[in-house]
């Protein structure tokens, strides 16, 4: 793939965890205080019911479960659990448990897809991990074990739908926008009723409450998930996973432009850290072995892996905060 061409697609899917990153400003001004679950279902549902409407496709066969399962690794099991650490956990232990994901990816791409670590992701990884800590984590962390527990499970499954996703692929003639639709449906379905039996009957919405649902069900999952979806299609899944490194960064901008917090000389050089992490994420690496969806070897193609969608980003706010984000 032309470098230009590379670079225009990385931009594109890097809208998703931008978009991301407001989520936590948009729930603090904006929606009910403490329905996570019901922000959660929200956007997951209704996002998920209006690209049914607007693809009119349903899953055949084998791809009922395998929607099902992805919709349950992407939003249905993952938002519970990033919630949960949210909750628990100081914003910044959070998104620094959330920064370890493409490391994850590269790990079960390894496992799953037989492509072969290579040292720049795997520093590009570490670099992100370390910046983001500078970025968010704050001295005075506390840790909560169930807290960390919950993040750990939610990152490791974010991860392997990445990579589960790219070996199935998707099913031939079906589009982008229906495959999301059916996984947000899917964890919209779980996600309701819960909210429902968790956090009671949803409260009398104010127009500053709908025009925030709206906000992140329109752009924060309908858009940056069709445009998140299309990056992990055509780029690697490792390259797409280091984007995700950018939701802290917009988060915390977020928190400076309109929260008037301040930024230190640590959280600027974890700025730093990370974009360096970002971009070194997206270099082409040397062809390596694959496997298709059917275990037979394919050609080595690192810049053009299996068509799939791929999950959420991290659950990552401003510092010492989280925002639950849809991944």
Do not use: C
Request: positive net charge.
């Amino acid at each position: 793939m032309p470098g230009g061409r590379r670079w225009g697609i990385a931009a594109l899917a890097a809208f998703a965890p931008a978009a991301w990153g407001t989520t936590y400003i948009t729930t603090t001004e904006l929606l009910p205080a403490d329905r996570p679950l019901l922000a959660a279902a929200l956007r997951a549902l209704p996002a998920g019911l209006l690209l049914l409407a607007v693809t009119r496709r349903l899953p055949r066969g084998a791809w009922w479960g395998k929607a099902a399962a992805l919709g349950m690794l992407n939003i249905g099991a993952f938002f519970p659990l990033i919630f949960y650490g949210a909750y628990h956990l100081p914003g910044g232990v959070a998104a620094t448990i959330g920064a370890v994901s493409p490391l994850l990816v590269i790990a079960f791409s390894a496992g799953l897809l037989g492509v072969r670590p290579a040292p720049v992701p795997l520093l590009a990884g570490l670099i992100g991990v370390a910046g983001v800590a500078l970025l968010v984590l704050r001295g005075d962390a506390a840790f909560s074990a169930t807290g960390v527990a919950a993040m750990l499970v939610a990152t490791t499954l974010m991860a392997f739908a990445v990579v589960l996703g790219k070996r199935w692929g998707r099913p031939p003639g079906v589009g982008l926008l229906a495959l999301t639709g059916w996984q947000l449906t899917a964890g919209g379905i779980v996600l309701a009723p819960l909210a429902l039996a968790v956090e009671g009957p949803p409260p009398a919405m104010t127009a500053g409450n709908v025009a925030g649902y709206a906000y992140l069900g329109l752009i924060g999952t309908a858009l940056a998930y069709a445009l998140w979806f299309r990056g992990i299609e055509r780029l690697p899944a490792a390259s797409v996973a280091f984007l995700g490194l950018i939701n802290p960064i917009v988060a915390t901008l977020a928190g400076l432009l309109l929260l008037d917090q301040t930024l230190t000389a640590w959280q600027l050089a974890g700025l730093v850290l990370v974009l360096t992490g970002v971009l070194l994420g997206q270099r082409p690496q040397r062809p390596g072995r694959s496997r298709t969806s059917a275990g037979a070897p394919a050609a080595p193609a690192p810049a053009a892996p299996e068509r799939a969608p791929a999950p959420p980003e991290p659950a990552v706010a401003g510092p010492g905060k989280t925002a639950p984000t849809g991944g």
